[in-house]
């Protein structure tokens, strides 16, 4: 199995047939049936022609679930961040991206040690 491209052409078609998927009741739980993975495979083949497997649509969503969880804490709940709503882009001064990124390090550091 060839690893999935997912450029921002892709993406945007991926998440229009995923929609689509929900609205028509093709996702019972946290992610879509049976039915909506073959809907999503055959819809996405006849828009891009490339031609994904299940697995790799699983694990874009698990992917961009994460991705979107990730954006939307530092969009809602994380200080002193601004939103530029011109551009669709977080904004942070300089002492912000210092501190984040010391913090960052030091959990990753501390991982690695411990």
């Known amino acids: 199995m060839e690893k999935a491209v997912w450029d921002a052409y892709h993406n945007r078609i991926f998440c229009e047939l995923c929609a689509a998927e929900c609205e028509l009741g ?33 694990n874009r969503w698990d992917s961009m679930k994460k991705e979107y969880t990730q954006w939307m804490e530092l969009k809602t709940a994380a200080t002193g961040l601004g939103w530029n709503s011109r551009m669709g882009t977080i904004e942070a001064d300089n002492d912000w991206w210092k501190n984040h990124l010391q913090v960052t390090t030091c959990s990753i550091s501390n991982l690695f040690h411990s």
């Not at 049976?34 to 497997?53: A, D, H, M, P, W």
């Open 26 to 58: 093709n996702r019972p739980g946290g992610f879509l049936s049976t039915k909506g993975y073959k809907n999503l495979e055959q819809k996405f083949f006849s828009i891009t022609s490339k031609r994904y497997v299940k697995k790799q649509f699983k």
